[in-house]
């Protein structure tokens, strides 16, 4: 799913729906704070500004979405995927303030 992260594979299980089946956003969401964690910074800025680029116009995610089209499926909008959205970009975010502080040049000492 280029990246993204499916339930399952529908092609392999039949979950009795006969539905279409996206990539579950919630999911891909926990991905991004998991690169992260294992130092894949790079990896989880291209995965969240790709997620990112799926919201729709009132910047709502669905339970799914489709990697091919954008399109929403599933539960709209969902709760859940949205609370993995915000610990994603905080994630990204203090990782991206860890990496410019380590580079910072350091401050001179107070005098007075």
């Not at 500004?49 to 489709?66: F, G, K, N, T, V």
Request: charged share 25%; hydrophobic share 45%; net charge negative.
């Amino acid at each position: 799913m280029d990246g993204l992260v499916l339930r399952y594979r529908p092609e392999e299980t039949d979950d009795g729906l006969g539905t279409e089946e996206g990539a579950f956003a919630i999911c891909s969401f926990w991905l991004v704070s998991a690169l992260v964690e294992i130092g894949d910074v790079v990896r989880a800025k291209q995965l969240c500004e790709r997620l990112l680029s799926y919201a729709s116009p009132l910047d709502l995610y669905a339970e799914e979405i489709d990697p091919r089209s954008g399109r929403h499926l599933g539960n709209f909008p969902q709760a859940f995927t949205h609370l993995a959205l915000i610990n994603a970009v905080v994630h990204v975010i203090r990782a991206e303030e860890q990496e410019s502080m380590r580079f910072a040049p350091a401050r001179p000492a107070a005098t007075g």
